[in-house]
């Protein structure tokens, strides 16, 4: 296997090789309880676009290139969020782009994927934004696609699954 090289000669891409390939990784039956989940995920009441926020941001933050892909490709794909979104959403807190329902949804987000930077890693105050704008189905599906997207980032930085690679 190649090494994995942080550091790339100007323009060249880094090559990544992966140390699994992820149906190797993942039993079947696991595998079938997790497409439940993203189904039951599908219909908490959510807007896709939302979804596909969150998953953005927990993947930012998680350094998650095979997912940070994944998304923008989505999002072509649906023609459902411009590039100018997808591009703010590194900086949503100081953006104009995010309804006050979304940076409801990206505050929770992010908070519940750095659960170890603070003492109180959702505070309350957190929680009774999101809880403003979404309804307890809805707040339900948000925390599972969260917890989700969080166990597909580190399924694929743990395995280093690279980008487009699917």
Do not use: K
């Not at 296997?1 to 992820?22: K, N």
């Not at 940070?68 to 023609?79: N, P, Q």
């Not at 890693?121 to 696609?145: I, K, M, Q, S």
Request: proline residues 7%.
């Amino acid at each position: 296997m190649q090494e994995l090289s942080h550091t790339a000669v100007a323009g060249a891409p880094v090559a990544i090789e992966p140390r699994m390939a992820l149906p190797e990784l993942v039993a079947p039956a696991a595998w079938e309880g997790v497409q439940r989940l993203l189904g039951a995920v599908r219909g908490g009441g959510l807007p896709e676009s939302t979804l596909e926020l969150a998953h953005m941001r927990v993947s930012q933050i998680n350094g998650c290139s095979a997912c940070i892909e994944g998304a923008i490709r989505h999002a072509h794909r649906t023609g459902q969020e411009p590039d100018e979104r997808l591009i703010m959403v590194a900086a949503w807190p100081h953006s104009s782009e995010f309804t006050e329902a979304e940076r409801a949804a990206l505050e929770l987000a992010e908070e519940m994927t750095r659960l170890a930077d603070r003492p109180d890693p959702v505070p309350d105050e957190t929680w009774a934004r999101a809880a403003e704008h979404y309804d307890r189905e809805a707040l339900a599906a948000l925390v599972l696609h969260v917890a989700l997207t969080n166990l597909f980032n580190r399924l694929n930085v743990a395995t280093r699954q690279p980008a487009g690679d699917w």
